[in-house]
């Protein structure tokens, strides 16, 4: 086991949201697929020529792989093969590549676990750019969360409870 990076009373973001609430960058609204045991949301942090990629964290608290359980991760890449499918059928992108963090020295910044799904089109340079300086509002997310909400709902048969 590694030790934890997270500062003291870190309030994490994405428990706030499995359980309900607000934060400080996202709302519940930007959840667009929950299932038992993992979570998928909107990223609020874009980079310039790929919107609208989305964050895909289990729903109990786990700072990173390391501590992630068999189970847990289970239902996280589960969604996030749903989430890879569900954009790459909505967002009329070319392909799709997904990234994880873990620790301060491999890029992590957030003290959950989590995996980033990006739609990808040729010439994107997503590798060899950085993302906006501020975070992106409700409103610019929120046609991406709708996008995928129906995608799942019209694939489940039912709509999607954040």
């Not at 030790?3 to 994490?12: F, L, M, N, V």
């Not at 847990?72 to 499918?85: F, Q, T």
């Not at 409103?139 to 999607?160: D, I, K």
Request: positive net charge; contains cysteine; proline residues 7%.
């Amino acid at each position: 086991m590694t030790r934890s990076h997270e500062p003291p009373g870190y309030q994490c973001p994405f428990c706030k949201l499995a359980a309900g609430a607000d934060t400080a960058h996202n709302s519940v609204a930007d959840i667009v697929r929950r299932t038992s045991g993992a979570l998928a949301l909107i990223s609020p942090r874009w980079w310039p020529r790929n919107h609208g990629h989305v964050l895909v964290v289990p729903t109990r608290h786990y700072e990173n792989l390391y501590e992630l359980p068999a189970s847990a991760g289970h239902a996280v890449h589960d969604l996030v093969r749903e989430v890879a499918i569900a954009i790459r059928a909505t967002y009329g992108c070319e392909g799709i590549s997904t990234r994880q963090h873990n620790e301060p020295a491999g890029n992590q910044d957030a003290w959950h676990y989590h995996v980033h799904v990006f739609p990808r089109y040729a010439g994107d340079r997503l590798y060899s750019s950085v993302p906006y300086p501020e975070f992106v509002t409700a409103e610019q997310r929120r046609p991406y969360a709708e996008r995928l909400r129906c995608y799942f709902a019209a694939a489940t048969g039912h709509e999607s409870r954040a």
